[in-house]
């Protein structure tokens, strides 16, 4: 079984950071892309930003320049620190993992964290 478990949410001013943590653990073979998305309330769950197994990144246009997106492969953990907060910001954030499992070794499977709230207070 896989897990995935967030970890670094909170009630930030604005212009405050915070930096988010998200690690993988079980029976897991190997991790492809890694990343965050996020859901406000009322709104559809969207992308924040992904990384690869080999470290390239991709942001949404709302993230660019104030986020960063990193993982450290020997732990399967992905990491997005996040500085110049915005009310905007405000908003449940999920891990994403596309991986296979030992289980299921042909197989790549997206699995989500639980979530952790991110406030940000005007």
């Known amino acids: 079984q896989v897990q995935l478990v967030e970890s670094g949410g909170g009630l930030v001013q604005a212009g405050g950071s915070l930096r988010l943590s998200c690690a993988a653990s079980g029976s897991i073979a190997t991790i492809n892309d890694m990343g965050w998305y996020r859901q406000a309330p009322g709104k559809e769950r969207e992308l924040v930003a992904t990384i690869t197994s080999g470290g390239s990144t991709n942001y949404a246009d709302s993230g660019k320049g104030r986020f960063t997106i990193s993982r450290d492969n020997a732990k399967n953990s992905v990491y997005l620190q996040m500085n110049s907060l915005k009310p905007e910001d405000t908003a449940v954030y999920y891990c994403?993992?596309?991986?296979?499992?030992?289980?299921?070794?042909?197989?790549?499977?997206?699995?989500w964290g639980q979530g952790t709230q991110v406030t940000v207070s005007s």
């Open positions: 994403n993992a596309h991986l296979k499992s030992l289980e299921r070794l042909f197989l790549v499977r997206a699995y």
